[in-house]
């Protein structure tokens, strides 16, 4: 078992997540992942150049840990892996790279999906989308909740 | 004392600020900053507070030589 999660304030590499899942996964049989990428349009869709990510400078790891400690006590998952972009991350670009794995392919894809939820709602981190018509904060959608919440 | 600001209150207050009081509540100085601050007031009526490594409620006094930290609700993903 192992349980990784970690804050990047450099570029996230989804592939080299991958890499470093897939190989403490030796053994199991499934690897499920989620990539979350900075979107170049605002949900009132105006055009987004960059997210930048205000973060704590305890709080936010802890989080991290939070959740993902918390995804492996809950799932039959054998490796649990979330690295989390802050600062400056231009759009196209990862944001969020949340895998598991496990010896059957259900408990993974269930622990990917809780994990980007409760990611979603309860990381610590301040998210701004900066632009040609300046800046704005982003918070969760009422969506986001109701995803986070079908986990109790 | 220190009061540092997290997401939209860091950008309409500031990220740091000293405030000079003395046995206030945690509740006074949201009322104060929301007052002084009216862009901020609804970011900080939704925003936790933070002192050491917990968070407190309203009432609980902040002493001078204390730091308090307002987290406005988080978004990560």
Redesign the interface.
Same mark, same amino acid.
């Given at each position: 078992m192992s349980v990784v999660a970690l804050l990047e304030p450099q570029a996230l590499d989804p592939q080299l997540e991958l890499a470093e899942l897939t190989e403490a996964a030796r053994g199991d049989g499934a690897v499920v992942t989620f990539v979350?990428l900075a979107r170049p349009e605002s949900g009132e869709g105006n055009a987004v150049d960059a997210i930048v990510?205000?973060h704590?400078p305890?709080?936010t790891r802890q989080?991290l840990e939070a959740i993902a400690v918390a995804c492996a006590e809950r799932f039959d998952v054998s490796h649990v892996r979330v690295v989390?972009r802050c600062g400056t991350v231009p759009a196209g670009e990862p944001?969020?790279f949340a895998g598991a794995a496990s010896l059957h392919r259900r408990p993974a894809f269930e622990a990917a999906d809780y994990l980007?939820d409760r990611?979603?709602?309860?990381? #610590?981190?301040?998210?701004?989308e900066v632009g040609d018509d300046g800046?704005n904060? #982003?918070?969760?959608t009422e969506g986001d909740f109701a995803d986070r919440d079908r986990w109790g | 004392m220190r009061i540092r600001l997290?997401?939209?209150l !860091? %950008?309409v207050i500031g990220r740091e600020i000293e405030l000079a009081a003395a046995e206030v509540t945690v509740g006074d100085i949201r009322r104060s900053l929301a007052a002084s601050h009216a862009a901020a007031a609804a970011t900080l009526g939704r925003s936790r507070a933070?002192i050491g %490594?917990c968070f407190v409620t309203d009432d609980r006094t902040v002493g001078d030589a204390e730091s308090i930290?307002f987290?406005?609700?988080?978004?990560? !993903?």
């Open positions: 979350g990510l205000d704590h305890t709080l989080s989390h944001i969020v980007i990611l979603k709602t309860e990381a #610590v981190f301040w998210k701004r800046s904060w #982003v918070e969760p | 997290y997401g939209r !860091g %950008d933070f %490594d930290e987290l406005p609700p988080v978004s990560g !993903g």
